[in-house]
């Protein structure tokens, strides 16, 4: 049976920490000078794009590289998704040639639909609605510098947007306390926030960034205006005034907590500099720990022999 990493819905708390103990185990073997290019000799991944990006694509592809197999861009101009032909076909020709498709798309149900048809694993490189990857590669990067998860507070200020979602999903499964301050009509999905709940999890949507902040272990942001919203980046940059991650919120947060945001960061907006440049801050682990928790995604989808 295929295996997809679509959200975390269908992943239990063991197949994460899975994912994250192998993604640590590849990061310290490849410190220490071990390849590991027999792991997916000879594999070949799709890398379909309706969204520009630096991060899910160098580090995937350079992943596929060190992992002994190579990857294929296909960006928005090459495959037109549900354009020039249906997300189906697409799917089940893609599936012919290669042994997995990441997908970086717009509505959610087009990564839902690639799944569906397609005969080979898909990964979810971030959609409208989620971004298990980049939730993945943060859980790692807290857990090494926490060295736990479980009982954590994570606070997220800003838009209940894709990678707060996910968060969500994997804080419910982890046993992350999940806070996030965001101005009304800009709450996560409230059937993400439903599902976590029933599975026990602590979510507390709240106001005030102050209030979010006051002892949080961890400080989460995202830009106000994701892909895709970019007619709304005026009327959002003054909704979210207030909700910026600086030197102030984070001195209400305990005194290591960490400094965390996906990037790409627009400094003096959800985030100032100095934060992003303070002794707390992690942003550039998490975006290293996209290639060693996406290294191990691979070879337990594609099926390598680590
Ligand atoms: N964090 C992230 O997914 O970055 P990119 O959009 O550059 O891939
Ligand atoms: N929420 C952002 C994340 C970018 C990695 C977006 O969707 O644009």
Known sequence: MKRDLVSFVDW???????????????????????????ILRGKTLAMVFQKPSLRTRVSFEVGMWQLGGCALYLG??????????????????????????MARVFGHE???????FATVPVVNGLSDLLHPCQVLADMLTIWEKKRRLSGLTLSFIGDGNNVANSLIEASAKLRIHFRIACPEGHEPSARIVA?????????????????????????????????GQEAEAEIRRQKFRGYTVDLDLLSLAKPE???????????GEEITYEAARSKNSVIFDQ??????AQKAVLALLLGGKV
């Open 195 to 227: 599902e976590a709940r029933a599975l026990g999890a602590e979510i507390e949507i709240l106001r005030d960034p102050k209030q979010a902040a006051q002892d949080a272990d961890v400080l989460y942001t995202d830009v106000w205006t994701s892909m």
């Open 110 to 116: 087009i990564v839902e639909e690639l799944a569906r």
């Open 287 to 292: 975006a290293e720990n996209r290639l060693h």
């Open 257 to 267: 907590a960490l400094v965390m945001h996906c990037l790409p960061a627009h400094y």
């Open 76 to 101: 928005p101009e090459d495959i037109k998704l549900g354009q020039r032909e249906t997300v189906e076909d697409v799917a089940l020709n893609l599936s012919r040639y290669v042994d997995g498709i």
């Open 12 to 38: 239990s708390a063991e197949e994460i920490w899975e994912v994250l103990e192998l993604g640590l185990h590849l990061k310290r073997e490849q410190r220490a000078g071990i390849r590991h290019d027999h």
